[in-house]
């Protein structure tokens, strides 16, 4: 496959690989040559992912709430794969369609464990010394949402949680700067996952014809984001950190 990007002795981190943007993310990486350890709670689906693969990965079943367990998963797979880390993608994240009477503690930790503190536990653990390749540029990329930039009734954790993603970006691409590592989100708007067909089902047809219009090009795909998160990764984009990149369809620029 040719390309302007090339992973050759890179490895990556992915999280939620088992599906939606995570899996195209696996399978974009794989095509241009990365190594790959694939994280996802969802040990079908990563079976499934890997027999689509070359050699060069591996995958781990984890609760990325577990701190613990996601540290001894990482340290793991880098002595199995043989090498330090280059990238970390965290792809993992849950919605939360649920109005503000009814937004419960444990259901806005619950969103926010999985979509923030996880990710600010994989950027410590990648940062280390023991984990990430020194010997080159790192590059860490969060996902966002068009949610964490504009509002959304009846979405106040989920959008909240996708914010927060933002300011984490900001914050580290500062911080890790000293490190060489960068630091960048993906924002992406309404695509097709199983993800999101799940919220879908939640409403009827004309609610999803309504949302589709939001998007001046129409509904996206998860390829679409992999592509953009390849890109971050690479060193095609060597000088670009604290970014925040609109995939959205146009729904941000009206």
Avoid at 125 to 154: E, L, M, N, P, W
Avoid at 218 to 232: E, T
Wanted: glycine share 8%.
């Amino acid at each position: 496959m040719e390309s302007f990007v090339s992973f050759e002795g890179k490895s990556i981190i992915v999280t939620g690989a088992a599906s939606g943007i995570g899996r195209e993310t696996a399978i974009l990486l794989n095509k241009l040559g990365a190594n790959a350890l694939l994280i996802d709670i969802n040990e079908e689906g990563l079976n499934d992912v890997c027999k689509m693969l070359r050699g060069g990965v591996t995958y781990r079943k984890v609760d990325i709430t577990d701190t613990d367990a996601l540290k001894e998963s990482v340290m793991s797979a880098k002595e199995e794969l043989g090498c330090n880390f280059t990238g970390l993608v965290h792809c993992a994240g849950i919605p939360s369609v649920t109005p503000l009477r009814a937004i419960t503690d444990e259901k806005y930790e619950r969103v926010m464990k999985v979509n923030v503190q996880a990710g600010l536990n994989l950027a410590k653990i990648f940062a280390s010394r023991q984990c990430y390749d020194t010997k080159q540029q790192g590059s860490i990329v969060y996902i966002s949402s068009v949610y964490g930039i504009v509002g959304s009734a009846a979405n106040a954790a989920y959008a909240t949680s996708k914010a927060a993603i933002i300011g984490l970006t900001k914050s580290l691409a500062i911080e890790l700067a000293s490190k060489n590592i960068r630091v960048n989100c993906v924002a992406p708007g309404f695509i097709k996952t199983s993800m999101a067909d799940s919220v879908n089902s939640m409403f009827d047809k004309q609610y999803e014809d309504k949302i589709e219009k939001m998007h001046p090009l129409g509904w996206g795909s998860a390829i679409d984001i992999a592509n953009a998160i390849a890109f971050l990764l690479s060193d095609a984009s060597k000088w670009t950190t604290g970014a925040v990149f609109n995939i959205d369809g146009g729904f941000t620029a009206q």
